[in-house]
């Protein structure tokens, strides 16, 4: 009884805590956006850090894209380049074929968007297979769509075939790659604990009985893919106008291989976890580059052990408290204390 | 009529590396539920070995084909021991990214140590007959015969020997056939053992038939002799060698009659076609849910 009163008296502390530090988020946020401009703009950093900064970025929204279909609704999807290929291709098409010139800058939003558009489209389509099948079926429905969409943009002439796609100028900017970032963190985050993602949870956990709970598992599923694919849509059209140059080869199974590498590395089901993948895998692809082609063999090394050490990955359905909305602690602080622990 | 005729041929030829390769997969998948990604690359080790053995070593085919098929055999076997076996109770996707570092591994490993793409040398006398208008050679025929000849071993093997009925009894219940004094891992090494030999095999005679080999090549035969295996129904022998073959024979006839470049985008488009009206392959069965 006195440890109940205890955690009571504890949690009422924490709350007017949280409370009276709500200002925190937004003014971090806000620091960040204006240092990611101050750099942008006055060139604070080398060229070559920005451009990893700008990379950590795209591969942090692809992998928490991803994550939401790997992780939280435990479906095995392997065709994420696709998404990203559909994003790249329609971004930079507007940008450099539809929108003048002289307005492609202003307009860069927009193409932004629309790319995630076109990707959520065909994650819509994506989505129907997964009401038959599951796990390793679906693995093979994914892959080949990843492989039909490569093969379709080869096959069209007007977006340059087999030789690629250019022109585009290096619009994706730091504050930009940093803004987006933060929409799909926020986006994704207020999805997982909204009451819709225990839906998706549940179907993690098991879906005939989510199905039986009268969780909408059709709905649930054709949400989260097209959450999911306009993300990565998001990521392929910033990726373009980063490299400036996007060829159908570059988001091949290799690609979906690599973003599948950073969701288990950092963890499944968590936002945090695939914040530190993506940024870890991604850093020490680079940190690497002086051992030439041995990197690429270390790297894989590495992943094998992790897994067999830790086969969660570094996060595994953990959460920084960071990341759950304040009245989800609460819940969970409840939740061991009518079961008493007390940890 | 005879141009339909040749490119049969050709398939079978493409199709029996394919069916070969999809064997090892869905052993593997039908004794531990496990798909093994690193197995196209395992393949594409087993056309390297050829490559060392037929050049630096000056051998000929025989005791290339056997140096092959028993190297690749125990990397097969040593990756499940190294690899897979700590994870056998882990969550299943670990297991599956664990396979694809594996893969890339093996791939980049190789690359390190020969960056170029190979030339195999030709091993055996190569002389093309014409019947009826169509041209044979004889490397067509042996590669068709000799894996048809893998393929008949290897279903006497699962479904008269011992080690065969273990496999079967291991991918029926795998709880309850270890009580019964059956080794278990020796079977499931058994297992990765003769499904790397069969990819190693493959390595060779793809090697012999389309002489240019090149590290990453194991990454997309690979994928599509999965995808062959699928196709039959995974963890199904037979379904693996109708599954191979069929995808051997869409492609070649794609594109025969179509751009070679529209040869993925149909193949692909066929396979999603039939997954729609069988969703578990041709030879496959519905795994029943417990509710």
């Known amino acids: 009884m006195e440890n109940r009163e205890g955690i009571a008296q504890t949690i009422k502390q924490l709350r007017g805590r949280l409370m009276r530090a709500r200002w925190l988020l937004p003014a971090l946020l806000a620091f960040f956006f204006l240092a990611a401009l101050a750099i942008h703009r006055f060139d604070l950093l080398d060229l070559y850090v920005q451009l990893i900064l700008m990379y950590v970025g795209i591969n942090i929204i692809l992998t928490l894209s991803l994550n939401l279909i790997n992780g939280y609704m435990g479906e095995f999807s392997v065709g994420h380049a696709g998404f990203m290929a559909v994003g790249a291709y329609i971004a930079s098409w507007l940008t450099v074929r539809v929108f003048p010139i002289h307005l492609a800058a202003w307009l860069f939003p927009l193409a932004v968007f629309a790319g995630g558009l076109g990707a959520a489209m065909v994650g819509l389509i994506v989505a129907f297979p997964s009401f038959k099948t599951r796990g390793d079926y679906l693995a093979i429905v994914t892959l080949a769509f990843g492989m039909i969409v490569k093969s379709a943009i080869e096959n069209i002439e007007a977006l340059g075939g087999p030789r690629g796609f250019l022109g585009m100028e290096k619009l994706s900017t730091l504050p930009w790659v940093f803004f987006w970032v933060a929409m799909s963190v926020w986006a994704i985050r207020n999805l997982v604990y909204s009451n819709f993602g225990r839906g998706v949870l549940s179907i993690r956990e098991d879906e005939i009985a989510s199905d039986l709970m009268s969780v909408n598992t059709k709905e649930v599923k054709i949400i989260a893919f097209v959450v999911s694919s306009f993300f990565a849509g998001v990521a392929g059209a910033l990726f373009a106008h980063v490299l400036q140059f996007i060829n159908p080869r570059a988001f091949d199974i290799i690609k979906s291989t690599d973003i599948l590498i950073m969701v288990y590395l950092g963890g499944i089901g968590s936002i945090a976890g695939s914040i530190l993948g993506a940024t870890i895998y991604t850093v020490l692809l680079e940190v690497l580059r002086p051992m030439g082609i041995w990197r690429m063999v270390f790297m894989p090394l590495m992943l094998v052990m992790l897994m067999l050490f830790r086969p969660k990955g570094i996060m595994g359905l953990k959460e920084f408290r960071w990341f759950i909305p304040v009245r989800d602690v609460f819940a969970s602080m409840r939740w061991r204390e009518k079961n008493g622990d007390s940890q | ?291």
């Open chain 2, 1 to 291: 009529m005879s141009y339909i005729l040749q490119q049969l041929i050709n398939a079978f030829q493409l199709g029996s590396i394919y069916a070969l390769i999809a064997l090892g997969y869905t052993m593997v998948y039908g004794i531990l539920t496990m798909i093994n990604f690193a197995h196209g690359d395992l393949f594409m080790v087993g056309a390297f070995l050829c490559f060392v053995a037929a050049v630096f070593l000056k051998l000929s085919f025989v005791p290339v084909m056997l140096i092959s098929m028993f190297g690749v055999a125990l990397l097969g076997v040593l990756i499940e021991r190294l690899a897979y076996k700590p994870l056998r109770q882990a969550p299943r996707v670990s297991a599956i990214i664990t396979a694809l570092g594996v893969g890339l591994f093996l791939e980049n490993f190789t690359l390190a140590l020969n960056p170029y793409p190979k030339q195999i040398p030709q091993l055996m006398s190569n002389t093309t007959w014409t019947i009826l208008g169509l041209s044979i050679s004889s490397l067509q025929v042996f590669i068709i015969v000799l894996s048809l000849l893998l393929m008949l071993i290897l279903d006497l093997i699962v479904r008269k020997t011992m080690v065969g009925i273990a496999m079967r009894a291991i991918s029926w219940d795998k709880a309850t056939v270890p009580l019964m004094g059956v080794p278990m891992n020796l079977i499931i090494s058994a297992t990765f053992a003769i499904g790397a030999s069969l990819g190693g095999a493959a390595g060779v005679m793809y090697g012999l038939a389309y002489p240019v080999i090149d590290p990453y090549m194991g990454i997309m035969i690979g994928w599509k002799a999965f995808i062959s295996a699928v196709v039959g129904g995974i963890g199904n022998i037979r379904g693996a060698m109708i599954g191979g073959y069929i995808l051997g024979m869409v492609e070649i006839l794609v594109v025969a009659f179509f751009p070679s470049t529209y040869r993925d985008f149909v193949a692909f488009a066929l396979l999603l076609v039939l997954l729609i009206f069988r969703p578990y392959g041709i030879l496959g069965k519905p795994h029943p849910q417990k509710v």
